[in-house]
């Protein structure tokens, strides 16, 4: 099959592998602890006193994030194409749970001002619902058979939902140089930040791609 065969493919699904993981394991993670599975977390009041939204949110993302790496391969839509219209269908709907249960939990969690000030409360905020309305406005693009239009908005809806692990990476590289975690508008900056990186290059992708 091609996808075996295709270096670049093969780099692409690498790429955007390594760009899940950190959220995906943390996630899967902070799920196992909640139904009474071993701590390997820091203690979250705010997810153990409510912990429905953060559940419904690793469900959506995880899937939203492997599954859809997948989708953005040329191969697959070229030879199995009924494979990539299964899990498209799949992917919508997970991003559309991972997108509304984060506003939920942007919106309702109590969160310090040191992780969460007005500036990361509003991106986070304005970005779930533009998820929202480029996975609505996707699906009814390949409805219509309108492929350019389907294909740049789950390009962009896709970088949104990426934006936990640029934001890992970013965080990491912060505390290498400085030894501690980002607070307050910084690290409202640094999350900003790798949203912006996410939205540039799906903005590249989509002016590189041949429908």
């Known amino acids: 099959m091609g996808l075996l065969k295709n270096k670049k493919e093969r780099a692409i699904l690498a790429s955007l592998f390594v760009l899940s993981f ?5 996630g899967t993670f902070r799920v196992f602890e909640i ?3 071993p701590v390997g977390l820091p203690e979250n009041p705010r997810i153990s006193n409510d912990p ?7 469900f959506g ?28 269908k799949i992917v919508a709907l997970t991003g559309i749970l991972s997108a509304v249960s984060g506003l939920w939990m942007t919106h309702y969690y109590a969160l310090p001002i040191e992780l969460q000030g007005n500036l990361l409360y509003i991106v986070r ?4 619902i533009a998820m929202v309305v480029f996975i609505v406005r996707g699906v009814v693009a390949i409805k219509n058979r309108r492929i350019p239009i389907h294909g740049a908005s789950m390009i962009r809806a896709y970088a949104i939902g990426q934006g936990a692990g640029t ?21 409202d900056v640094m999350m900003t930040l790798a949203w912006v ?5 799906a903005e590249w992708v989509i002016r590189k791609t041949s429908w």
């Open 22 to 26: 950190i959220p995906v394991v943390g």
């Open 35 to 37: 139904v009474g599975g």
């Open 52 to 58: 429905l939204p953060a559940i419904l949110h690793v």
């Open 61 to 88: 993302a995880v899937p939203f994030c492997i599954l859809g790496a997948f989708q953005f391969l040329p191969s697959i839509r070229k030879h199995t194409p009924e494979r990539h219209r299964f899990n498209g």
């Open 125 to 128: 905020m304005v970005l779930g």
């Open 167 to 187: 934001q890992a990476l970013i965080g990491i590289t912060w505390i290498v140089f400085f030894g501690e975690e980002a607070t307050g508008l910084t690290r």
């Open 197 to 201: 990186i996410n939205l540039g290059v």
